[in-house]
T-cell receptor, first 118, second 112 residues
């Protein structure tokens, strides 16, 4: 159990376009999901916390108008990178917070999405 | 704010040997969780082991075990009988729900 999927696994887009990344918890409900960014050979940097049915909470320095997050259901959160530029190229990872006796209070991670902006 | 420190950027171990990865953290909280995640070349983050701070007993998962020293704020990971598939980045993480903070990671290479 505790499987999280992300789609797409990789995407290449032109500068100025928008890209949407989906994160789904496949076998559990997640009231809270998280979006991270990871640069090569670095650790994960939390971008925002997404709560079902409410606005996302962004970390300091993350532009909320550029990285739009929607958590419309207990199993789906989306990250839209608007007007993407080459500096937005990165590896984006989502996680979903498990709960209860089976999953424990743990974050389960998706496989990541590699975004390349030309 | 909580910080997590992994002082070993890179480590290597011979196949079948034992290796210990270090992690220290700084917090004023009393109740929290600690984790070790593995990130192989595929970049999928895989949960290795989890420890609740209120539990004195060290967590174990097959070949993986931790040495949790709450007073010293230390949380090391021991990998026994290392296998080639253990080659990966290992991240130590601290969680005071709901947020998780990661260390910089230790790149472990298991040599045949």
């Amino acid at each position: 159990g505790a499987v999280v999927s992300q789609h797409p696994s990789w995407v290449i887009c032109k500068s100025g376009t928008s890209v949407k990344i989906e994160c789904r918890s496949l076998d559990f409900q997640a009231t809270t999901m998280f979006w991270y960014r990871q640069f090569p050979k670095q650790s994960l940097m939390l971008m925002a916390t997404s709560n079902e049915g409410s606005k996302a909470t962004y970390e300091q320095g993350v532009e909320k108008d550029k990285f739009l997050i929607n958590h419309a259901s207990l199993t789906l959160s989306t990250l839209t990178v608007t007007s993407a530029h080459p500096e937005d190229s990165s590896f984006y990872i989502c996680s979903a917070r498990g709960a209860g006796a089976r999953l424990g209070d743990t974050q389960y991670f998706g496989p990541g999405t590699r975004l390349t902006v030309l | 704010a909580q910080t997590v420190t992994q002082s070993q950027p890179e480590m290597s171990v011979q196949e079948a040997e034992t290796v210990t990865l270090s992690c220290t953290y700084d917090t004023s909280e009393n109740n929290y969780y600690l984790f070790w995640y593995k990130q192989p070349p595929s970049r999928q983050m895989i949960l290795v082991i989890r420890q609740e701070a209120y539990k004195q007993q060290n967590a174990t998962e097959n070949r993986f075990s931790v040495n949790f020293q709450k007073a010293a704020k230390s949380f090391s990971l021991k990998i026994s009988d290392s296998q080639l598939g253990d080659t990966a980045m290992y991240f130590c993480a601290f969680m005071k729900p709901p947020h998780m903070r990661f260390g910089a990671g230790t790149r472990l290479t298991v040599k045949p």
